[in-house]
């Protein structure tokens, strides 16, 4: 599994976290902005991924142990 | 007697031997009976054991061959349907029954091995919650395990790419019966660690019997899925086919469409979900901004009472020193009747007597007025 801090996963547990951390008290008002603009961020990037549109199926195929990536046509 | 028809005991046996096998039902039967008298032998693999039911019984062997391709071992007291042949074993003369295959009597052969497979891994813990990988909640790669030309892939893609048009899709062909069934998921499963790039697996196929369901119950399979680092889905057939591979797996779906819903939740949902969680970052940006105001402002009056305080202790002590000095002020010394001499020269103020001398002009200061006079 791709352990990617970038993708769509990732960013959203970030976000999570932001919002929870935000949401406990403890926090300074300058850290609170940072904190504030980067949720504002992420979930900005987090809406952009989910409008991407995939429109090929690939196909994995081992080929003398080796992955390959074809087109796959869908019958 | 003619010495022509005394056979030899072994012609005898021949003879015997020779009805049996050229016997047209005799040659290829069906038996059913309970199992008795179990022996294996090891060394030579083959398994004695007497058929019996109320009234008789028959003494049976299973050859190594044949006891190989069993799918089930066999107990005391089983009952069971055998093929096989009834031959003679010519040093004992006594007839016996050579199996070819057998299956247990009202339970088939496969339901009888799937459940012994299904004990010695559930005992084994495989199928133990603790094992079962967390399923991605926004997977972004999806592999698909299944027939290329089948209807269940067809399914699985039609609902990602309904629900979720952003996610990638990688179909792995694989075969999903008969026998390189086993071998072709070992390999697909495989295939996506080794890809490492998928988020989540879906090993899925469509409903069959028992027979055609049988590699997704083959041990190989099971550890293949077991040992996965990509969390699987599994979707093998209906939903009341329930294979070992939907036990192991780490989320099973009733069909191949629930498993794409399982997979990837709907748009609307994760947008609802990242809108949420802005308006909870205002929310709490602004809660935290007027808890500061507040804080404050607090602060602010708790500072104008400490100083309203201290100016009021101040006047207080202002109002006693006051009074002392009224206390000692010498007006107010006069106002007992006593006054002030000063020699008019000088402005001494007169103590003693010897201060003065005839002829000074003294100022001598009242209560109320001045004098001034001379003396003599």
Known sequence: ?75 | MDERNILSVTEATQYIKTMFETDIILNNVFIRGEVSNLKYYHMGGQVYFTLKDENCQISCVIFNNSVNSMKFNLEEGMKVIARGKVSVYERRGQYNFRIFEVQPDGIGALALAFEKLKKRLYEEGIFDDKYKKPIPLYPEKIAILASPSGAAVHDVIKVIRRRAPWAGIYIVPIVVQGETAKESIVEGINLINKFKEVDVAILTRGGGSLEELWSFNEEDVVRAIFSSIVPVISAVGHEIDITLSDLVADLRAATPSQAGELVVQEKTIIVNNIENMEKRLKESLKELVYSKKEELSELCSGLKQLLESKLNSVSVKVGLFKEKLNLLNPKTILKRGYSIVERSADRLIVKEAKQVNSKDRLKITLYKGKIQADVV
């Open chain 1, 1 to 75: 599994m791709p352990k990617k801090e970038n993708n769509l996963e990732g960013m959203m547990k970030k976000l999570e976290n932001i919002v929870g951390s935000l949401e406990r008290e403890d926090i300074g008002l300058e850290k609170a902005i940072k904190l504030y603009d980067e949720g504002i961020k992420l979930a900005k990037e987090c809406t952009n991924e989910l409008n991407k549109v995939e429109t090929k199926i690939k196909e994995l195929v081992s080929e003398k142990g080796k992955v390959k990536i074809k087109n796959f046509e869908e019958a």
